[in-house]
């Protein structure tokens, strides 16, 4: 999709690469190995995905480059996958709920490609930091003030307005990290990216056609998509405030607040919507989601997201 807006600005503007499809016959899709996979070793089960799951990162050399450091990598791969982790269960949780069974399909797709980057990214983190921790590990046996996630992916899912303009904030703004990412000098830290710039892609064009479709269709539908985009503009500004993690794993956020701010502004004016003039949601002293300070919504999502693991530790299958 490459709609662009009376004044010529291209919503889709971060990449031209599609996301491959299952049955097509491009192996490097998430959902393909969830059918071909075989089963693992003994002992080698996973809570997410069940055995077997295909290493996408195959021939890729693990080993931490010369001159990276590897608790801040540690940390900064913390920080995304816990990203993608929070916002896969948030989607997640409109199955049977959504608008058309289609939706749920859907959404339930955008989640799964989520927990992809989620287990590489956290996978990544044990790997970088030396602790020997697993996807598992990080996932479920962390406490609350122990993620390091944005609070924009946390927020409660609302309608479903809203929760198609937390998806067109969160995939515009880090498909552009991505993008940016693939030239990382960690290894995996580029594959994971170069890999997910494409699933983002399809993740912006859907919240891009939802939002097209609800802003420039009945006067109730817009005002319900205006209302959604005015409820979740304020956890925009975290994504772009640069954590100390990030400035010393060479990754500067703040460098994609205007391209990112322009692509969305396009996109709201071609659905007929206008960009909120509202502050940023306040931070409690100076700290934020990437410090460890959540809103209220992270402990009884993560307490839901966790209960199986804790109540039958070390079971896989």
């Not at 609800?214 to 005002?223: A, C």
């Not at 839901?304 to 039958?312: I, P």
Request: charged share 20%.
């Amino acid at each position: 999709m490459s709609r662009t807006s009376d004044g010529g600005a291209t919503v889709h503007d971060y990449t031209t690469s599609t996301t491959s499809t299952p049955g097509t016959g491009q192996d490097d899709h998430v959902y393909l190995s969830l059918a071909d996979a075989a089963p693992g070793p003994e002992g080698e089960g996973r809570w997410a995905y069940g055995t077997g799951f295909a290493d996408p990162l195959l021939g890729v050399d693990t080993a931490l480059p010369p001159g990276l450091d590897g608790a801040d990598l540690a940390a900064y791969c913390q920080m995304l996958g816990d990203d993608a982790l929070v916002l896969a269960q948030r989607l997640i949780e409109w199955c049977t709920r959504a608008p058309e069974l289609e939706e749920e399909v859907a959404l339930a797709n955008l989640g799964l490609d989520l927990l992809g980057q989620a287990r590489l990214l956290l996978t990544r983190a044990g790997q970088a930091d030396g602790t020997g921790r697993t996807e598992d590990d990080l996932a479920y046996w962390r406490e609350e003030h122990e993620f390091r996630n944005v609070r924009l992916v946390e927020a409660p899912n609302g309608d479903f307005a809203y929760s198609i303009a937390r998806l067109l904030l969160f995939a515009t703004a880090r498909g552009a990290l991505y993008e940016a990412l693939s030239a990382h000098p960690d290894p995996v830290l580029a594959a994971v990216a170069a890999r997910g710039v494409k699933e983002l892609a399809y993740h912006r064009e859907y919240a891009t056609a939802w939002t097209l479709r609800l802003g420039d269709g009945t006067p109730y539908s817009s005002g319900r998509m205006q209302a959604g985009v005015d409820a979740v503009w304020p956890l925009l500004e975290e994504l772009f405030t640069a954590h100390p993690v990030e400035l010393r794993a060479g990754v500067d956020p703040a460098a994609l607040r205007e391209p990112v701010l322009r692509s969305l502004g396009a996109v709201l004016a071609e659905a007929g919507l206008t960009v909120p003039d509202v502050p940023p949601l306040a931070t409690v002293l100076g700290l934020a989601g990437r410090d460890g300070v959540h809103t209220e919504a992270l402990g009884p999502l993560l307490a839901e997201f966790q209960v199986l693991a804790r109540a039958h530790p070390g079971a896989t299958w």
